[in-house]
């Protein structure tokens, strides 16, 4: 006779034997109690969590006949009679599992749906099982919809899927879902127990407990596992098999490193790896087992009344709780943090076992050693450059009445008029004519008297006024945002007239307008004009020769030369000149408005730099 398998030898036949999902059994057991089935269930859940096993001992619930051929409907099938054996075995005809993964095709399921129009042959009812449902194509669950929504009342479907995301709302709002859960490395350990005690077969506490965490939430892959250590370690369930098996570190390594972190003592930690690296253990394996010893270390930390309750049987609860007091909580949850995110940087590494060093040694670089010293605080004048935020309200109010450190102290300012609060400290105002500042000029001199205010202490605010140009007067060289520097010239004052007019009627364009604009005349001789440019990719025959067709056009010069070199007088110069004195005039006439100098003084608001635009 050929070995079974754990897994399958195992398989649980009724709802009592199935382990860790006791919520769909608890459902299951009490909807066919009261006969209200539902048409079409659907089971999500990872690999290895009983979804074909429950879908099976549904089948048997609803097929099952009793030891006396005279049974029904039933939470509990006999297991015996001719529908459960077949189901068991796999051949009855009127359970049908359907594969997705191999058979996902809309011809595949029309075969199906082809069967549910004839009664079932040796059963109470058909069940169409669909394994992995979520792998068939959108015509494929486009053909079964029907169906599935009003099947006939012999037919059951069941599905199931590792990815219920992947399946559509149209399939979910037909069936009743439930969601199986993978199972706490505790309900895998006494599963273990039980089938290695049926058995016969002795087995290390601690292999199993390495077993079910290997698992990761499957009772399959548990048995799978177990099957491959008692090959492995020659019918014997040995901790030291089991691990070289899995390729684990040992806990006491992981014990070790911990302990070689909290004393900061870089050598053992060292060491500790290389001695990994000679047996072959697994670097991700490593660090597995360390988050788990931390994770025990934090809830101890946390709740040092856990300790009280620990295993008895667990030969580290004693070493934990040393760790746990030897090693701050932060560092616990710092080393933690690394760990979890250390085993996905393992395989960025040249080697795992040198990525291993580096992870474990990060957290000696970022271990405190000791406390620093509280930074002294900055100069006024210095703290002043660096606050760019004015002071609230209340500080401005708190600051008026304190003394300036030297010099007269000014007469006292009479309350104003209260205001309504701005709608934010940041203001956006619109821009007054003159007329208007005038205006509020003469309503704020009849309300109250001009007092000069020192604003020594309140440093952040500052109203800067400067005074504005005269008109006519000759503006002397400056700096532009052009980059240079304009030395306005008699020359330039035709030439930016020329070149503004043919621009505004359109006479050039493109490459022929910014020569134009970008370049300065410095001599005029008849109808001979000659212009200067400082870029010589500006200097271009067809820009020149249309620029000196639109002069001639507007009755200038019939001849033009252009060369390369210096331009200190161009129309682009002026043009930016001329938009800068623009932006500081409207500036100034909003800094020095009434209103938004009280403002300032009295709700600390302060103007968003770059918010003003000239009309």
Not at 130 to 146: G, P, R, S, W, Y
Not at 546 to 566: I, M, P, S, Y
Not at 589 to 610: K, M, S, T, W
């Given at each position: 006779?050929?070995?079974?398998?754990?897994?399958?030898?195992?398989?649980?036949?009724?709802?009592?034997?199935?382990?860790?999902?006791?919520?769909?059994?608890?459902?299951?057991?009490?909807?066919?109690?009261?006969?209200?089935?539902?048409?079409?269930?659907?089971?999500?859940?990872?690999?290895?969590?009983?979804?074909?096993?429950?879908?099976?001992?549904?089948?048997?619930?609803?097929?099952?006949?009793?030891?006396?051929?005279?049974?029904?409907?039933?939470?509990?099938?006999?297991?015996?009679?001719?529908?459960?054996?077949?189901?068991?075995?796999?051949?009855?005809?009127?359970?049908?599992?359907?594969?997705?993964?191999s058979n996902r095709g809309v011809d595949e399921v029309q075969g199906l749906l082809e069967q549910a129009v004839y009664k079932p042959v040796q059963g109470r009812f058909k069940v169409f099982m669909i394994d992995e449902v979520h792998m068939?194509?959108?015509?494929?669950?486009?053909?079964?919809?029907?169906?599935?929504?009003?099947?006939?009342?012999?037919?059951?479907?069941?599905?199931?899927?590792?990815?219920?995301?992947?399946?559509?709302?149209?399939?979910?709002?037909?069936?009743?879902?439930?969601?199986?859960?993978?199972?706490?490395?505790?309900?895998?350990?006494?599963?273990?127990?039980?089938?290695?005690?049926?058995?016969?077969?002795?087995?290390?506490?601690?292999?199993?407990?390495?077993?079910?965490?290997?698992?990761?939430?499957?009772?399959?892959?548990?048995?799978?596992?177990?099957?491959?250590?008692?090959?492995?370690?020659?019918?014997?369930?040995?901790?030291?098999?089991?691990?070289?098996?899995?390729?684990?570190?040992?806990?006491?390594?992981?014990?070790?490193?911990?302990?070689?972190?909290?004393?900061?003592?870089?050598?053992?930690?060292?060491?500790?790896?290389?001695?990994?690296?000679?047996?072959?253990?697994?670097?991700?394996?490593?660090?597995?087992?360390?988050?788990?010893?931390?994770?025990?270390?934090?809830?101890?930390?946390?709740?040092?009344?856990?300790?009280?309750?620990?295993?008895?049987?667990?030969?580290?609860?004693?070493?934990?709780?040393?760790?746990?007091?030897?090693?701050?909580?932060?560092?616990?949850?710092?080393?933690?943090?690394?760990?979890?995110?250390?085993?996905?940087?393992?395989?960025?590494?040249?080697?795992?076992?040198?990525?291993?060093?580096?992870?474990?040694?990060?957290?000696?670089?970022?271990?405190?050693?000791g406390s620093a010293p509280p930074a002294a605080p900055p100069p006024a004048a210095e703290a002043e450059k660096k606050s760019p935020e004015p002071p609230a309200p209340e500080a401005l109010t708190a600051a008026a009445p304190i003394p300036?450190?030297?010099?007269?102290?000014?007469?006292?300012?009479?309350?104003?008029?209260?205001?309504?609060?701005?709608?934010?400290?940041?203001?956006?105002?619109?821009?007054?004519?003159?007329?208007?500042?005038?205006?509020?000029?003469?309503?704020?001199?009849?309300?109250?008297?001009?007092?000069?205010?020192?604003?020594?202490?309140?440093?952040?605010?500052?109203?800067?006024?400067r005074a504005a140009p005269e008109p006519g007067a000759r503006t002397q060289p400056r700096a532009t945002h052009e980059g240079g520097t304009l030395v306005p010239t008699p020359e330039g004052d035709l030439w930016h007239d020329t070149v503004?007019?043919?621009?505004?009627?359109?006479?050039?364009?493109?490459?022929?307008?910014?020569?134009?604009?970008?370049?300065?005349?410095?001599?005029?001789?008849?109808?001979?004009?000659?212009?200067?440019?400082?870029?010589?990719?500006?200097?271009?025959?067809?820009?020149?020769?249309?620029?000196?067709?639109?002069?001639?056009?507007?009755?200038?010069?019939?001849?033009?030369?252009?060369?390369?070199?210096?331009?200190?007088?161009?129309?682009?110069?002026?043009?930016?000149?001329?938009?800068?004195?623009?932006?500081?005039?409207?500036?100034?006439?909003?800094?020095?408005?009434?209103?938004?100098?009280?403002?300032?003084?009295?709700?600390?608001?302060?103007?968003?730099?770059?918010?003003?635009?000239?009309?």
């Amino acid at each position: 006779m050929s070995y079974l398998v754990l897994a399958r030898k195992y398989r649980p036949k009724t709802f009592a034997e199935m382990v860790g999902q006791e919520h769909v059994v608890q459902a299951l057991v009490n909807a066919l109690t009261q006969q209200r089935l539902h048409h079409a269930y659907l089971f999500t859940g990872t690999r290895g969590v009983g979804k074909t096993t429950v879908s099976r001992i549904l089948a048997k619930s609803l097929n099952c006949q009793g030891p006396d051929g005279q049974g029904g409907i039933t939470a509990t099938p006999c297991g015996v009679c001719p529908a459960c054996t077949a189901i068991d075995a796999g051949r009855f005809p009127d359970y049908t599992e359907l594969d997705a993964a191999s058979n996902r095709g809309v011809d595949e399921v029309q075969g199906l749906l082809e069967q549910a129009v004839y009664k079932p042959v040796q059963g109470r009812f058909k069940v169409f099982m669909i394994d992995e449902v979520h792998m068939l194509t959108n015509t494929a669950f486009n053909a079964m919809l029907k169906t599935l929504e009003e099947p006939p009342e012999y037919l059951k479907f069941v599905l199931a899927t590792t990815d219920p995301q992947k399946v559509p709302v149209t399939v979910l709002s037909r069936c009743l879902q439930f969601n199986l859960r993978p199972m706490a490395p505790e309900t895998v350990l006494a599963h273990l127990q039980q089938v290695l005690s049926l058995e016969g077969l002795a087995a290390e506490p601690q292999a199993l407990r390495l077993l079910a965490r290997a698992a990761r939430g499957s009772m399959r892959d548990a048995l799978s596992l177990a099957d491959q250590a008692i090959a492995f370690g020659g019918g014997r369930l040995e901790e030291s098999a089991v691990r070289q098996m899995l390729g684990s570190a040992d806990r006491s390594q992981a014990l070790a490193l911990v302990d070689a972190l909290a004393r900061g003592d870089g050598q053992a930690v060292v060491q500790t790896c290389e001695a990994l690296r000679v047996h072959g253990l697994s670097a991700a394996s490593t660090l597995e087992e360390m988050s788990a010893v931390l994770q025990r270390m934090a809830v101890l930390q946390a709740v040092p009344q856990e300790a009280a309750q620990a295993d008895p049987a667990d030969p580290d609860a004693a070493e934990l709780a040393r760790l746990a007091a030897a090693m701050p909580a932060d560092e616990t949850q710092l080393l933690y943090s690394i760990c979890l995110h250390g085993r996905a940087e393992l395989g960025l590494a040249p080697d795992e076992y040198a990525g291993l060093v580096m992870v474990l040694l990060r957290l000696l670089a970022f271990k405190p050693t000791g406390s620093a010293p509280p930074a002294a605080p900055p100069p006024a004048a210095e703290a002043e450059k660096k606050s760019p935020e004015p002071p609230a309200p209340e500080a401005l109010t708190a600051a008026a009445p304190i003394p300036a450190a030297s010099g007269p102290q000014p007469p006292s300012v009479p309350s104003p008029s209260p205001l309504p609060p701005p709608p934010s400290p940041a203001l956006r105002l619109p821009v007054r004519t003159p007329e208007d500042l005038a205006a509020a000029r003469t309503r704020s001199a009849a309300q109250e008297p001009e007092v000069p205010v020192d604003v020594a202490p309140a440093p952040t605010i500052a109203v800067p006024v400067r005074a504005a140009p005269e008109p006519g007067a000759r503006t002397q060289p400056r700096a532009t945002h052009e980059g240079g520097t304009l030395v306005p010239t008699p020359e330039g004052d035709l030439w930016h007239d020329t070149v503004q007019q043919l621009v505004a009627a359109g006479a050039v364009s493109a490459l022929t307008r910014e020569l134009a604009l970008q370049s300065q005349l410095i001599g005029r001789d008849g109808g001979h004009w000659q212009i200067r440019v400082e870029r010589e990719s500006l200097n271009q025959p067809v820009a020149r020769e249309r620029l000196r067709a639109a002069l001639e056009a507007a009755g200038h010069a019939r001849q033009l030369t252009v060369e390369v070199g210096n331009v200190t007088d161009s129309p682009a110069r002026r043009n930016a000149h001329a938009a800068e004195q623009r932006q500081r005039r409207a500036e100034e006439i909003v800094q020095e408005d009434p209103y938004v100098q009280q403002l300032v003084r009295e709700f600390g608001a302060r103007i968003v730099p770059g918010s003003i635009r000239p009309a």
